[in-house]
């Protein structure tokens, strides 16, 4: 039986009508895989730059990628105590070279006190992956030396030299002991809080319970008084005291001065705050805000807080005051110092020891 031509053409317009159906389903699924691969290329884009906006400075010439990656090891940004907080505070910013492709040593500044914010804390953040520590002993501090060495940063060192800062109370001022390379300078004392390096490079703060010396595994150990901060929280005896013999004496007997105290965070990386006009509670707050769970007092006055960081410029040493000293020089523990000190070094393959040439 013949088909109509009107049969045939309604059956013809009617297979143009399902071929084009098809031919924009495709144009339209291929239009949406296209945008949903730009949209994910525009968010990843996107995620890298708010990367090294919040994190980092941009800087001109660097990869986006490698940006990304320094970055990511960064610590959390000190939380502001203000509601309206000024520009910068509390977000870290890398000072010195990077090391294996990552930032050693941060620094950062915030306001700690509601009621006073004239109150600046200067803070350094020191990477345990990448840095090792040194202790050195002054010309007068600690009082014995099992080797006194070149009281300052040793001249075959500085080439790898990141940062210094002053270390803790005087020995006769709680029998804050001190031992080198398995070697004690003054007898370790139980119960004082103690800074270690182990010579497989781990840093802790410990409650000393070990003897009058560090022993073979120990690098360094330098005490200084009893912890501020254990296991996150206060210590209860602090006090405000400005003659307290537990917590040192104040120039001037008066109660707010310049103190330093360092601190251990969740990660084992050193947290280093040097903060006028405090007591050793408000201290303790401020490491404890800054991320310690372990702290010590370090020490305390005008004269004495000293933290220093370095840049490497046509194989020269830039040393940088951190915070507002004018009784000290940038250049304090490249010359020999009365006081004991730490250094804070790039680390090096193998172990740990505390190098005097």
């Keep these: 039986m013949s088909e109509s031509p009107y049969r045939k053409q309604r059956r013809e317009a009617a297979k143009r009508r399902r071929r084009g159906r098809r031919r924009l389903i495709v144009w339209a699924a291929a239009l949406i895989v296209t945008l949903g691969v730009l949209a994910g290329v525009l968010m990843q884009a996107g995620s890298r730059g708010a990367a090294t906006r ?18 990511a090891t960064w610590p959390a940004r000190i939380k502001p105590v203000f509601p309206h907080p000024l520009p910068g505070e509390g977000v870290w910013r890398r000072t010195g070279p990077l090391v294996d492709g990552g930032p050693a040593v941060l620094v950062t500044t915030f306001r700690p006190q509601l009621d006073n914010p004239s109150v600046v804390a200067y803070v350094a953040w020191f990477d345990r992956r990448r840095t090792t520590l040194a202790y050195y002993p002054g010309a007068s501090e600690p009082p014995t030396a099992a080797v006194r ?18 270390s803790g109370f005087v020995y006769k001022q709680g029998l804050n002991g001190s031992a080198d390379n398995g070697r004690v300078n003054e007898p370790l004392h139980a119960g004082n809080a103690t800074l270690i390096q182990y010579r497989n490079g781990r840093v ?42 537990q917590w040192g004496y104040t120039l001037g007997h008066v109660g707010l001065v310049w103190r ?15 903060v006028d006009n405090q007591t050793v509670i408000t201290l303790a707050q401020v490491l404890q805000h800054a991320g310690a769970v372990e702290a010590m007092e370090l020490d305390i006055n005008p004269e004495w807080h000293t933290l220093i960081t370095y840049n490497h410029r046509n194989r020269q040493l830039v040393p940088t005051m951190v915070e507002p000293q004018p009784m000290q020089s940038a250049s304090r523990y490249l010359t020999p110092d009365n006081r004991d000190f730490f250094a804070v070094y790039r680390r090096v393959a193998g172990p740990v020891s505390v190098p005097f040439k």
Excluded: C
Aim: proline fraction near 10%; aromatic fraction near 8%.
């Design 54 to 71: 919040s994190d980092s400075p941009p800087r001109a010439g660097r990869r986006h990628t490698k940006t990304h990656a320094v970055a």
């Design 149 to 166: 060495g070149p009281m300052m940063v040793p001249h075959d060192q500085r080439w790898r030299l990141l940062a210094t800062f002053n």
């Design 204 to 245: 802790a703060i410990v409650k000393w319970s070990g003897g009058p010396n560090a022993g073979p595994n120990v690098a360094f150990a330098r005490q200084s008084l009893a912890p501020i901060v254990w296991n996150g929280r206060l210590n209860p005896a602090l006090n405000t005291d400005p003659n307290s013999y």
């Design 260 to 274: 330093t105290g360092l601190g251990i965070d969740l990660h084992g990386n050193l947290i280093f705050v040097a």
